[in-house]
């Protein structure tokens, strides 16, 4: 390999990391993280299996490093960023849609992750920590910020921003990698939306509110009379 200038160094080490983590993730999701071996990453990717591990120590730093790239952090990140003055309706709206769009743009992300994770408890963990906690944090400090006092001491932001997410990543597995979609299907834009309203407003948020008060329907004062 020729010599590689002093000034474009970092360049092609960061260019280097990124083709093997692109083709490692290809990889990963057509055989498996466990039937993908060290040497077949690096020769998809035209290196030798020792130049490989000038890169990444190890084939879990590499499922670190993909996720790490392919994570919604960064997205999160900005988008706080772009909407600290924009209403929280706006803002959870646009979170919504962004999620969506990016897990779209990365179905074979979401395969590794639904095949792999349960099985590898520990990738499992570094992951919670380096990539959904960060996430996480950054979301629910800003959803404090745009909720009043006494709201935020009802209920814990860091959990509701979970839900959140949860509920994105639940209803596109079953949508659009699952096959939901194709039986019973739905606009994105409709799934967005009412992803959105269940998390702003709930179902029946007047009829909560009704309940509370005791002028809910016989039909919602029955239920909640029962054991």
Do not use: C
Not at 51 to 72: A, C, G, M, P
Not at 150 to 166: D, F, K, P, Q
């Amino acid at each position: 390999m020729p010599k590689i200038p002093a000034s474009e160094r970092d360049a092609f080490y960061e260019a280097r990391r990124e083709e093997l983590a692109r083709v490692a993730l290809k990889l990963w999701a057509e055989r498996g993280y466990d039937k993908t071996s060290v040497a077949a990453i690096a020769r998809e990717a035209g290196v030798a299996k020792g130049t490989f591990y000038l890169y990444f120590d190890t084939k879990q730093s590499l499922l670190i490093e993909v996720l790490r790239r392919n994570s919604l952090v960064p997205n999160v990140l900005t988008l706080i960023d772009g909407l600290q003055h924009a209403s929280l309706e706006v803002a959870v709206g646009g979170f919504v849609r962004g999620a969506w769009r990016h897990l779209a743009e990365h179905r074979d992300l979401v395969m590794v992750v639904m095949r792999e994770l349960p099985t590898h408890l520990d990738e499992a963990r570094d992951i919670v920590e380096r990539v959904i906690v960060p996430s996480n944090e950054a979301l629910a400090g800003y959803l404090e910020s745009h909720i009043t006092a006494e709201r935020a001491a009802e209920l814990s932001t860091v959990i509701s921003v979970r839900a959140l997410i949860g509920m994105v990543l639940v209803v596109f597995v079953t949508q659009e990698v699952l096959g939901a979609g194709r039986l019973l299907p739905v606009a994105e834009d409709d799934v967005t939306k009412t992803i959105t309203e269940l998390f702003l407003r709930g179902v029946a948020p007047e009829s909560l509110a009704a309940a509370r008060e005791g002028d809910a329907p016989d039909s919602l004062r029955a239920h909640g009379d029962e054991p």
